[in-house]
């Protein structure tokens, strides 16, 4: 796999990073704070809540950097070091709110599409329908860009579970569109 000239920088940021540079522990911040508040704002649909919830995961990674063996794999261990905490914090509101509707999350993905407005929000609800495994591996495989094998990484999964999720999410959306 060719690796691109921002994932090596990113990987010599994390190796400086590890060896306790606070420069290249800050320059790595600042790549990757905006790529993972987004992904958290698209799994919790709360823009205040992303923000804490990436706060708190890049505490656990500082804490944590050292053990991370392949720097390479950093991506993949920085997302699902913010997955879990999404996944906290949803738990935890679930708990706040247990005797209440049942809470219903739409994410909010900029689908990126030259439609109205009304077809992207029902691509929204549409996607916001799927079980949480399927809206993940789409928002990681067409937003984030993340190939079969990073997803895998992130979510805990193995690669052909991945490709199925995936694979499963879009038979679902065509049939939701009347499509084939």
């Known amino acids: ?58 505490l656990a990674m500082v804490r944590s950097l050292r053990k991370l063996d392949d720097p390479a794999r950093f991506p993949a261990w920085a997302y699902r070091i913010v997955k879990n905490k999404c996944i906290d914090w949803i738990r935890s509101r679930q708990r706040q709110r247990a005797g209440e509707e049942k809470i219903e999350m739409e994410l909010k993905i900029d689908a990126g599409l030259d439609h109205s407005g009304d077809e992207i929000a029902a691509l929204r609800k549409m996607i916001a329908k799927l079980p949480e495994e399927s809206r993940q591996v789409l928002i990681m495989h067409y937003t984030e860009g993340f190939s079969t094998a990073e997803i895998g990484d992130a979510l805990g999964i193995p690669r052909g579970t991945v490709k199925s999720r995936l694979h499963h999410a879009r038979l679902a959306l065509k049939t939701m569109l009347g499509t084939k």
């Open 1 to 58: 796999m060719k690796r691109s000239s921002d994932r090596v920088y990113d990987e010599l940021l994390v190796l400086h990073a590890q060896d306790g540079e606070n420069e290249a522990l800050n320059e790595l911040v600042r790549r990757w704070q905006p790529r993972l508040i987004a992904y958290a704002i698209r799994v919790t649909g709360h823009r205040e809540a992303a923000r804490d919830i990436t706060q708190e995961a890049w």
